[in-house]
Structure formats: structure tokens, C-alpha cells
């Protein structure tokens, strides 16, 4: 029998978390399913610590040479049989009912080609919070999408779009935002309010915390992604423009916090230039009066 949901895992050196996504998976209530390790180069122990699990038949372990999570990922699509693919991060977790829950829905929606997200419960350090359960209402997808997160461990979708869509090997930064608005794009979204996963903020990877290259890469990402006429049309212009602001300024404090004042400047200038509007915001003010303070230029 064909599995119902294939899981894709990416991993590289992750042998440290990746027991915990690992064990997640093979917890689930719903048991039709299959489980792709795509391990995407590591130089860690994961190949050996992967032996412990792939005596479990629904488990496969795919090594390639290092290419990055959305080459692994895509590596993991070509292969998978089932119907429904799904995805989890190796630091992530399944919540015990998530197979279980999706596949309820999908059967009382006579299995549709969809893209279905549920909701994560968000750790970060010793905090931890529940996503708002939040549906489109009126909205396009479109905009649903870009004013909520969607992480990868809460998105379902049917066989058939991944053989039009693959994750662009060109992005290692918000690569899976790109796939998901290509997807809505062309077809319909389930929105399952259920809480069904675990998601974990890496220590420094929190939007305010992350390096000046990474946000660099975010932007250019969400530069392509709004190349796009339709994408252009369907999502309000504020909410574009308040994407672009939000990094430079992330960038500028980085800047900031480096001590590199010409370089703050300029970042303030592009994220000025980006929304123009938010002059008197409290934040834009803010952030120009700690780039005054700043004493030493590099």
C-alpha cells in the first residue's frame, strides 16, 4: 500500500535535534506514512545515528552532497510516494494527532489539490507561545500568506502541485515563503485551526538577531517574489512595503550594534526609501537617534 503523507526532513549537521523530528514523525496516531531523511551533506554523525531508525520500514535516509535545504527538500519530493507531502524541519516537531488531524480534513474535503496549513505552538529560549488561529476571511490567499507565518512543519499539500512547484535552489533565505506564494498563486488553501506542531527558534535566529548577509538574502528573495505582477496586485502595496522596511531595519540595528555608523546610515536611508511613510513612526526615530550616538565609524 502507497503511503498516504510522505515527510520530508532536510538535515545537515543537525544529529544533535534531528531525533526529536525524527521520533515526532514515527509518534503519529495516523500511521500510513512514509519519512525522507534527506541528509544534504553532513560531516556530523547523522548517517550513523540515522541506523537506529531506518530499521523502521516508513523510514528512508537519502544522503547527497551538500546543495541546501531547498535542493534537499527537492531531493526528497522526487522520491516520495505519497499522495500528500508534507514537511518538517530538523529542529522541529510533530505534535502526536498532526497526520491525524490533516488527513480528517482532507477527507471531509474529498482529498482536494490544495495546500493546507495548520497552526505551531513557537518556542523561543524558555518561552513559548501559540500561533493565533487566524483564517483568510475575504482576503486572497495571497495576502493571507504575507501578513501571517506559515511555517514548513504546518504545510500539507497534494502530490500533484509539487510536480509543478519545487522549492528554487536559488534562495537559502525565505525559499519555502517563495514556493507557498507560486502555490496560492494557482490553488486553493485550507486553513486547518488546529495546533499541530512544534516550532523552535534557533539561539540567533530570531528575525531582530539574525547577520547582516542573512536579512541581505531575505531581501532578495521577497525582491523576486514581488517581481510578479499578479503577486504585485493581489498583496497590498503597505504590506510590501512594510516587509522591506522591517528588514533594513533589522540591518540598520545590526549596524548599530556593530558600531559601524556610515554603514547604519545607509541601511537607514534604504529602509527610508523603502517606506517613505513611516517617517514619524516610533521606531524610524528611534533607530536615528541610536545611529547619532554612535562614536566610532569603521
Known amino acids: ?3 498516504y503523507f510522505s515527510i520530508i526532513i532536510p538535515a545537515y549537521n543537525r544529529a544533535a535535534v534531528l531525533p526529536t523530528a525524527v521520533k515526532s514523525v514515527m509518534a503519529q496516531s495516523f500511521t500510513n506514512w512514509e519519512l525522507l531523511v534527506i541528509d544534504d551533506g553532513s560531516k556530523d554523525n547523522t548517517a550513523e545515528l540515522m541506523k537506529t531508525f531506518i530499521s523502521e520500514a516508513r523510514v528512508r535516509y537519502i544522503y547527497q552532497d551538500n546543495a ?3 535542493a534537499a527538500r527537492n531531493k526528497g519530493i522526487s522520491l516520495a510516494r505519497g499522495k500528500y507531502i508534507c514537511f518538517l524541519d530538523s529542529d522541529d516537531a510533530y505534535m502526536p494527532e498532526h497526520l491525524q488531524l490533516i488527513h480528517e480534513e482532507l477527507q471531509s474535503k474529498k ?3 490544495a495546500m493546507l496549513r495548520t497552526f505551531a505552538r513557537v518556542h523561543e529560549g524558555e518561552s513559548a507561545w501559540p ?3 487566524v483564517t483568510p476571511g475575504s482576503k486572497h490567499p495571497l495576502q493571507y500568506l504575507h501578513s501571517y507565518t506559515i511555517y514548513p512543519c504546518c504545510v500539507c499539500l497534494h502530490r500533484n502541485i509539487l510536480a509543478e512547484h519545487l522549492f528554487d535552489v536559488r534562495f537559502s533565505s525565505a525559499e519555502d515563503t517563495d514556493l507557498w506564494t507560486r502555490v496560492l498563486k494557482q490553488y486553493p488553501l485550507i486553513v486547518l ?3 499541530t506542531a512544534e516550532y523552535y ?3 540567533g535566529n530570531s528575525s531582530s538577531s ?3 548577509e542573512a536579512h541581505l538574502r531575505y531581501i532578495k528573495t521577497l525582491e523576486h517574489i514581488f517581481s510578479d505582477a499578479r503577486v504585485k496586485e493581489l498583496v497590498p502595496a503597505g504590506l510590501i512595503k512594510t516587509y522591506f522596511w522591517k528588514r533594513y531595519l533589522w540591518i540598520t540595528h545590526q549596524h548599530i550594534r556593530n558600531g559601524d555608523k556610515e554603514q547604519a546610515r545607509a541601511s537607514f536611508r534604504k529602509m527610508m526609501a523603502a517606506y517613505p511613510s513611516k517617517m514619524f513612526a516610533a521606531e524610524t526615530w528611534g533607530t536615528y537617534l541610536r545611529i547619532r550616538k554612535i562614536r566610532n565609524t569603521k
Open 131 to 133: 500561533q493565533e488561529f
Open 1 to 3: 500500500m502507497e503511503p
Open 193 to 195: 485551526q488546529k495546533l
Open 201 to 203: 527558534i534557533s539561539p
Open 111 to 113: 482529498e482536494p489539490v
Open 210 to 212: 539574525l547577520g547582516v
Open 68 to 70: 541546501e535545504r531547498s
